[in-house]
């Protein structure tokens, strides 16, 4: 087989039920919803984007939360789509189902692992693609498709019917096309939370040296453009050692989350996976109870840095994704980490990050044999619990 076949369609499952509605009434009627496979539906299986793991799989007995509140707000169900093997990977590749051309660069990734959310999104097959963000799983393939994608505050909505892959670090998020969109499936998903009005932005200047040079200008010139909105920007430090061992600090508490929750499965199974992940699968399952220590004080001490800038008032700009989307099949095993630099920020204090689809780049596309404009953006972070006020100011810097 293949390594990773490029198969465009690679973005709804064959499982599933294709059209789905339990009203006709409320917030979301007029929408679509493709929903990452791994959100239980009733009378329906997963194969959280592994075969084995679908012939184990029995059909779930109840709807997950998440997936009946977009419902009972009138959602259409168009179907599971494709995910990288049980979400671990940024890549937006599956050895079995195929990679998921972006909609909008042509010959490009999509990343992962909501491939097949951001894809069908990006494609105007779906206007809401429900998926997880562990460790950038939504704001990565939202970076790549110039769509809008959130990673909430972690645990802010309720997980259960989610196969998930290091529940420490799982979130549930969506892309639209629009911050409106955006908004209004956060209305139906989020607990009911303060929105205030954020006035001061944060700007950590070291966070620029971490994406590629000319995307660096790009940030900061549109970092010029939306100052405007706030009443102050405030340039804060960020302790450099710290931030050099967000990466690492991320993947081995991530992995020692996975292990606790997969290792049973993967040692009685031992199922075929893509060799990346079956490496990453492995590395989890050997780090140690005092590699995990040493990671937790990293966590700790970041958190505390961070936490004496962000106030329920304040947002920290920054880059969501190094580079534009990688082409398909390309190798990015060293981007992998360079990505979890930047998405490690959130993860490891829980902050909810929107990714606004604002920027593009010039470049020339092989597949169409012309210059076009690659879909890039920025980020923006605020504190845990304070969602609906990061919805509202993406709505706000949408109309600026």
Avoid at 231 to 241: A, E, F, G, N, Y
């Amino acid at each position: 087989m293949e390594k990773y076949p490029n198969n465009k369609n690679a973005v709804f499952c064959d499982h599933g039920t294709k059209s789905w509605r339990l009203t006709d009434l409320g917030s979301l009627s007029s929408y679509r919803l493709a929903v990452k496979d791994l959100f239980a539906v009733a009378g329906e299986k997963n194969g959280a984007g592994n075969p084995d793991w679908f012939v184990e799989a029995v059909a779930a007995t109840e709807t997950a939360t998440s997936v009946q509140k977009l419902m009972a707000q009138g959602a259409e169900f168009v179907g599971f789509t494709h995910t990288d093997e049980l979400a671990y990977s940024l890549e937006g590749n599956n050895l079995h189902y195929g990679a998921a051309e972006n909609p909008s660069l042509p010959g490009h990734a999509c990343g992962g692992s909501s491939m097949g959310s951001a894809a069908a999104v990006a494609a105007n097959l779906a206007d809401i693609g429900l998926g997880t963000d562990t460790g950038g799983s939504i704001r990565v393939p939202a970076s790549y498709c110039g769509l809008y994608g959130i990673r909430p505050s972690h645990a802010v909505i309720e997980s259960d019917g989610l196969i998930g892959l290091a529940p420490n670090f799982d979130t549930i998020g969506w892309f639209t096309r629009s911050a409106e969109l955006l908004a209004t499936t956060g209305d139906a998903l989020l607990p009911k939370q303060p929105a205030n009005t954020v006035d001061e932005l944060l700007v950590c200047d070291a966070l620029f040296d971490l994406v590629e040079p000319s995307l660096a200008e790009l940030l900061k010139t549109e970092l010029s453009v939306i100052s405007k909105c706030f009443k102050r920007v405030t340039h804060i430090s960020l302790d450099q050692r710290l931030l050099s061992e967000l990466a690492d600090t991320f993947r081995i508490l991530q992995g020692r989350s996975i292990a606790e929750t997969h290792r049973q499965w993967i040692e009685e199974q031992q199922p075929v996976f893509a060799p990346a992940i079956a490496q990453r699968f492995n590395m989890a399952l050997a780090l140690t109870a005092q590699e995990q220590h040493a990671a937790e004080s990293t966590q700790q001490a970041f958190k505390t840095v961070l936490s004496e800038h962000l106030t329920a008032t304040s947002a920290l700009f920054l880059p969501t994704t190094p580079c534009i989307a990688p082409k398909l099949a390309e190798d990015t095993s060293e981007l992998r980490m360079k990505i979890l630099t930047l998405t490690a920020i959130a993860g490891l204090t829980g902050s909810a990050q929107v990714h606004l689809p604002h920027l593009s780049v010039p470049s020339f596309n092989e597949v169409l044999n012309k210059e076009i404009h690659a879909p890039y953006g920025y980020s923006l972070l605020m504190a845990p619990g304070q969602d609906r006020s990061l919805l509202s100011l993406a709505t706000k810097l949408a109309k600026s």
